[in-house]
């Protein structure tokens, strides 16, 4: 069994931009952990940050059942706009990991725009990373033998500079990704509608087709094909090892 650790900044990242990989994997026996470092309490229009941190919890939970996730982990005492890549944090991520014990890392690229948070977590991604077999520096769990192999997710703003390294054909999971967004109901029905002026094209939620057609079309770019880069940190793979870690996916590195 293979164990694959996604780490994003808010819940509803791992979803929208791994989930059909992840529902891949533990469609295929493998452990899967969603880890987010803050509890994305800023991400509403009515809402106030205690109460909506404690249902983006709910709504990440009945996320990771859709896919088959193994567990999903929140940072819930850092706040939503408030992640900075400080020692603390390094060394809080590197616990997960080294708990973990992934053979694979999947992480938001660190440089680039967009939300200042999903940068910090991809640099702490990175560095927590770095220090995962460096027995010298504790952090409550044992180093790992080796590195995890290491990939980038594209979210909203890096698909520019990211490079397809990596192909995966999330078709035959496609209806388990789009409940597992539809789960997070404040995001994809009302925060991110009443930011685009799409409210009043929401579907009634408890017509689920109606609510997947919403979702595929106003995030299509994210709906499709999932694309990772290769990190520039991490083990390197052998030949082949890309494949046996997601062996329905399509290789082009270079």
């Known amino acids: 069994m293979l164990r694959t650790l996604v780490i994003a900044a ?6 929208i931009y791994a989930g059909g990989t992840a529902a891949l994997l533990a469609g295929a026996g493998h452990a899967v952990k969603f ?11 009515e809402m106030e940050r205690a109460p909506l941190a404690r249902r983006r919890a709910e709504e990440a939970w009945r996320a990771a059942d859709a896919l088959g996730v193994t567990t999903y982990e929140i940072f819930d005492d850092v706040h939503d706009g408030f992640l900075e890549p400080t020692v603390e944090l390094r060394v809080r991520v590197l616990r997960e990991i080294r708990g973990w014990r992934p053979d694979l890392v999947i992480a ?4 680039g725009g967009g939300h200042p948070d999903n940068r910090a977590a991809g640099v702490l991604a990175g560095q927590a990373v770095e220090f995962s077999t460096t027995r010298n520096v504790e952090c ?4 790992l033998d080796r590195q995890p192999v290491c990939l980038l997710m594209t979210d909203y703003v890096s698909r520019p500079v990211h490079r397809d390294d990596v192909v995966v054909d999330v078709t035959p999971v496609q209806e388990a990704k789009l409940d597992a967004c539809l789960a997070h109901a404040s995001q994809f029905l009302e925060y991110s509608p009443f930011q685009r002026g799409l409210l009043a094209k929401v579907p009634d939620p408890a017509d689920v087709a109606a609510c997947r057609t919403f979702v595929s079309e106003h995030w299509a770019e994210h709906v499709g094909p999932e694309t990772f880069q290769l990190a520039p940190y991490g083990r390197r793979p052998a030949d082949g090892e890309l494949l046996d870690l997601l062996p329905f996916a399509t290789v082009r590195t270079r």
Not at 108 to 111: C, F, G, Q, V
């Open 10 to 15: 808010h819940p509803d990242e791992p979803e």
């Open 35 to 45: 880890l987010t470092l803050t509890n994305g309490d800023a991400g509403h229009h």
């Open 108 to 111: 938001l690229h660190a440089d």
């Open 140 to 143: 409550g769990k044992p180093a």
